[in-house]
Each structure stands twice: as structure tokens, then as C-alpha cells.
């Protein structure tokens, strides 16, 4: 039985519940307060501690010069107060050591929760969006242009990791944009060359066509090494030879870049100029140049 029955207005009264006095009703269009609430009045906001705060946090940040066992060291008050505690802890202070582990501890669980919440918000932006692009397909509907794109997102359960192998946002796919653009246009770039490198048995045309592949097939690599560690990419999708992959992958793998071919510009081939030159010596040979005047 609830504890407080209902209030009905009884039948033939004009007063009740939800029914106040026609006469103290308030009419319409007209404010039950007219005057407004008195500057002053309760529920007065504190005042802020900005200033406080602020040179709280200046301070924590305020770089200061400190000595230790490589020399003079530049840091922030924060970290210099941070790392006295753990030295302290590691000599074997035990209030130090319980500060640090309760520092510790309260990190952790900080990330712990930050990087739940980021894995179930992925995860249902995942599931949600694999199925409205799939109902979308089904009534032959245009696909929205989606950032990130469900299919580039992967979810590692055991590890809660979220790993996007394309861009996140549209200045991460200004970025993506530019350098597939370049790696096609490298590797258009050395098929060409390829091409005339097969044309020629001149020692000299193919030294010059070796040298200008030798640096395309560099860059190539410097951008396919990008777009694999940005995005987690594996080697297949930037390169089609099978070695090719292996070079890149280890390339990833140990972290190192690679290695620019010696005695080349660092600067962008010009493959238009180089044709027109490789034309005319190639006509030059078949049209000798006249050597006397004409007439």
C-alpha cells in the first residue's frame, strides 16, 4: 500500500490538488515573481580560488636546475618533487614508500579507467556504425564518409588496446591523403624508370636511369615505413614484392629509417626534364648534327 494516497480534486469543487483559488492563480503571461530575484540573495556563488589555483600550477611547472649523477639537470618542480620521493622509496624510506605507492596506484587506476572507457566507446561505435553501413548497402543508400572508419578500427579484448589503422580525424586524413598520393606517384615512378632501364644497353643512360631508381626506390620506402608505423599498418598493404615487405618490416620493427643512397640531391627528381634529355640524345645519335653551313 503506498504511503501517501493520491489527492483528487472531489467532484463540484473548483479547490484541490493541482486546482489552487481561481483568485491567487497566477494569470497568464505574467510572472509569479515580477520583480526578480534580489541581487545578494541566497545561494550566493563562492569565490573562485583562479589566482590560487593558478600560481599553484605555475609553480608545479617552473622549471628548476638540480644536480645528479650526470650533472646538472633542467626539470619542473612536479617531476623533481616526484623523483626525491622515489629515491627516498627506493633507499628504503618507508613513508616514502607508501606515498609512492599510493601515487602509484591512483595513476594506474586513472588509466585503467580512462583506457576502459575509451575501448567501450570504440566498441560500440564499431558495432553500431558496421551496422548501419550494412543496412545502408542492403537499400543501395550512398555511405556516409565516416572518421574513423569502423573497418580501421581493431579491439584487442585481452589487452583492452584500440589500435586505428586509418585517420582518426580530418587533419589525420589530410596526412593519409598526401602520403598514399606520394607513395603511388614513387611507385609509378619506379616502373617508369623500370621501363627505360630495359629500352637502353648504353652504359651511361643506364648508370643515370640506376642512380634516379636507386633514389625513387628510397623514397618509396621512407613513405611506406611512414604509413605503416602511424597507422599500424602491415607491409602488404604499401607494398606488393614480397622482399620489398620483409626490408620494410624489419625497417619498423628495429625502428630505423632507410638508408639514402650516396652521392644523390635530397631534393625531388624531375622525371619530365630527365625524358626530354633522354630524347634528345637518343635522337642525337640517330640524327647526327650537321657540321657544315648550309648553302
Same mark, same amino acid.
Given at each position: &500500500?503506498?504511503?501517501h494516497? @493520491?489527492? *483528487?480534486?472531489s ?8 486546482k489552487p483559488?481561481k483568485?491567487?492563480?497566477f494569470?497568464?503571461g505574467?510572472s509569479?515573481? $515580477?520583480?526578480?530575484r534580489?541581487?545578494?540573495s541566497?545561494?550566493?556563488a563562492?569565490?573562485? &580560488?583562479g ?5 599553484? *600550477?605555475? !609553480? ?14 633542467? &626539470? ?8 626525491s %620521493?622515489?629515491l627516498?622509496?627506493? #633507499?628504503?624510506?618507508?613513508g ?5 605507492l599510493? &601515487? ?6 586513472i #588509466?585503467?579507467?580512462? @583506457? ?9 561505435? @564499431?558495432?553500431?556504425?558496421t551496422?548501419?553501413?550494412k543496412?545502408? @548497402?542492403?537499400?543501395?543508400?550512398p555511405l556516409?564518409?565516416l572518421l ?9 579484448? #585481452? ?8 585517420p582518426?580525424?580530418?587533419? !589525420?586524413?589530410?596526412i593519409?591523403?598526401?602520403?598514399w ?9 619506379? !616502373? ?10 648504353? $652504359?651511361?643512360e =643506364? ?17 611506406a615505413?611512414? %604509413? *605503416?608505423?602511424?597507422? =599500424?599498418?602491415p607491409?602488404k598493404?604499401?607494398?606488393s ?17 632507410p ?5 644523390? $640531391? ?9 625524358y626530354?634529355?633522354q630524347?634528345?640524345?637518343r635522337?642525337a645519335?640517330l ?9
Amino acid at each position: &500500500m503506498p504511503k501517501h494516497k @493520491k489527492l *483528487m480534486a472531489s467532484p463540484g469543487f473548483e479547490v484541490g490538488y493541482a486546482k489552487p483559488p481561481k483568485g491567487t492563480r497566477f494569470k497568464k503571461g505574467t510572472s509569479g515573481n $515580477p520583480k526578480g530575484r534580489p541581487v545578494g540573495s541566497k545561494n550566493k556563488a563562492k569565490k573562485p &580560488m583562479g589566482k590560487l589555483n593558478d600560481l599553484i *600550477m605555475k !609553480e608545479a611547472y617552473r622549471d628548476v636546475d638540480l644536480n645528479d649523477k650526470t650533472g646538472p639537470v633542467t &626539470m619542473p618542480v612536479a617531476q623533481a618533487v616526484v623523483r626525491s %620521493i622515489n629515491l627516498n622509496a627506493a #633507499k628504503g624510506r618507508v613513508g616514502a614508500q607508501r606515498l609512492f605507492l599510493e &601515487m602509484l596506484g591512483t595513476v594506474e587506476g586513472i #588509466k585503467q579507467r580512462e @583506457k576502459q572507457d575509451v575501448f567501450e566507446a570504440a566498441f560500440e561505435y @564499431k558495432e553500431t556504425w558496421t551496422a548501419e553501413l550494412k543496412r545502408l @548497402k542492403q537499400l543501395g543508400q550512398p555511405l556516409p564518409e565516416l572518421l574513423p572508419h569502423p573497418d580501421d578500427i581493431e579491439l584487442n579484448a #585481452k589487452t583492452g588496446e584500440v589500435i586505428f589503422h586509418g585517420p582518426f580525424d580530418p587533419a !589525420e586524413k589530410k596526412i593519409w591523403d598526401h602520403l598514399w598520393a606520394q607513395h603511388a606517384q614513387y611507385g609509378q615512378d619506379a !616502373e617508369n624508370l623500370w621501363a627505360e632501364l630495359g629500352k637502353t644497353e648504353d $652504359p651511361e643512360e =643506364r648508370g643515370y636511369i640506376e642512380d634516379q631508381l636507386d633514389w625513387t626506390q628510397y623514397l618509396f620506402q621512407v613513405v611506406a615505413v611512414q %604509413i *605503416m608505423e602511424n597507422w =599500424r599498418l602491415p607491409a602488404k598493404r604499401v607494398a606488393s614484392d614480397f622482399l620489398l615487405r620483409k626490408v620494410l618490416e624489419q625497417h619498423v620493427e628495429e625502428g630505423t629509417k632507410p638508408v639514402s643512397p650516396r652521392d644523390l $640531391p635530397n631534393e625531388r627528381f624531375d622525371y619530365a626534364e630527365f625524358y626530354r634529355e633522354q630524347e634528345e640524345r637518343r635522337r642525337a645519335k640517330l640524327v647526327p648534327a650537321s657540321t657544315g653551313s648550309e648553302g
